[in-house]
């Protein structure tokens, strides 16, 4: 069974940094690319970064500089480093295996002073 799940969202006032984790299950982990996506509040999904198999990234414009993404073959996790984190971060990141499409539920992040 294909499983997603990310951890490590929560609060956090700007300039503040989080780390997001997905942690993937029922898929052969090291043959797939992930992406992250966030959704602000009363926004549509939003792209953040890519990850591919050999470990080369991209960011998106909003984001390049302060995030950083870093996959773990070993330990089948992808992790998202946020940092000096602004008040348009916020939003629910979701982690996406492009291999079967296969989502997780999403992880609540909230930057605010």
């Known amino acids: 069974q294909v499983q997603l799940v990310e951890s490590g969202g929560g609060w956090v006032q700007p300039g503040g940094s989080l780390r997001l984790s997905c942690a993937a299950s029922?898929?052969?982990?090291?043959?797939?690319?992930f992406r992250w996506y966030r959704q602000p509040p009363g926004k549509e999904r939003e792209w953040v970064a890519t990850?591919?198999?050999?470990?080369?990234?991209n960011y998106a414009d909003a984001v390049k500089g302060r995030f950083t993404l870093a996959r773990d073959n070993g330990y089948t996790m992808v992790t998202l480093q946020m940092d000096n984190l602004k008040i348009e971060d916020t939003g629910i990141y979701y982690c996406?295996?492009?291999?079967?499409?296969?989502w997780g539920q999403g992880t609540q992040v909230a930057v605010s002073s």
């Open positions: 996406n295996a492009m291999l079967g499409n296969a």
């Open positions: 029922g898929f052969p982990f090291s043959s797939s690319a």
């Open positions: 990850i591919f198999t050999g470990g080369a990234t």
